[in-house]
C-alpha cells in the first residue's frame, strides 16, 4: 500500500505528527492522556472515542 492508501490509528499527540510526516491517515484516539482536541491540533485527521468505534465507520470492502 502506498502511505496515501493507509490509516494510523494512536492515541498520542507525537502519533498525530509522525503519521502527518508519514503521508498517512491520521486517525487520533482519544483517551485518558489526550482529548478528541488535542489530537486534532496535533495533526490528526479524524478523531474517535476507540478504535472499535473508528473500525465501525469504516465501510467494508467487497469480496473480490
Known sequence: AQPAEAAY?????????MARAAGVWAV???SFAFDAAQLAAAGADET????AAWAARQP???AP
Open 28 to 30: 487520533g484516539i482519544a
Open 60 to 62: 467494508v470492502p467487497a
Open 48 to 51: 474517535a472515542v476507540s478504535f
Open 9 to 17: 490509528c494512536s492515541d498520542t499527540t507525537a502519533d498525530m505528527q
